[in-house]
């Protein structure tokens, strides 16, 4: 589902590129620290969740974010992701921006979540982590994670 999106902002742009009289555009991808998540505090099995997450977008040249959304063993690590524009006329303007995105909680054991916040001296990521347990309150069978996701 993330290349999907992925795709998606690569086909905006282009779309937008091939549109503009100015043909010179160059543009790199680049990870936006996740500043606060909005998680529920427990998933009910089978259900739909919108989970939030809030970001600053550095100047006007950041287009497109998007989340980046990957599985790494049991845990999820999410992150922001932004098309920038390379120009030399981006307007500074530090704002803070929200995106959403949902989980279907399809497994039995808790949800791992990390957030990338950045990384620190030594390159290493720093993740803000939650942990949401699931309750199975209609006692469905729980597809675990094998079953249910498959591996990109």
């Keep these: 589902m993330a290349l999907r999106k992925i795709f998606f902002v ?9 549109c503009s009289d100015d043909d010179n555009y160059e543009y ?8 606060e998540a909005m998680v529920p ?9 919108n989970l939030s997450v809030k970001y ?7 287009i497109n ?4 959304y990957e599985y790494d063993e049991n845990a999820r690590n999410v992150a922001v992701i932004s098309l920038v524009i390379e120009s030399n006329d981006c307007e500074t303007i530090d704002l803070e921006q929200e ?3 949902q989980v279907h909680a399809l497994q039995a054991s808790p949800y791992m979540f990390r957030f990338w916040q950045g990384d620190d001296d030594n390159g290493e990521p720093i993740y803000l982590t939650v942990e949401v347990p699931v309750i199975n309150i209609s006692n469905q069978k ?8 498959t591996k990109m």
């Design 65 to 68: 974010s998007d989340i980046l």
């Design 28 to 35: 790199h991808y680049e990870l936006l620290p996740v500043e």
């Design 99 to 101: 995106l959403t995105f």
């Design 56 to 62: 600053i977008a550095p100047d006007d040249c950041y």
């Design 10 to 18: 690569i086909f905006a742009v282009v779309l937008l590129v091939s």
């Design 41 to 49: 505090e427990v998933f009910e099995f089978g259900q739909i969740y």
């Design 142 to 149: 729980a597809n675990e994670f094998e079953a249910t996701h």
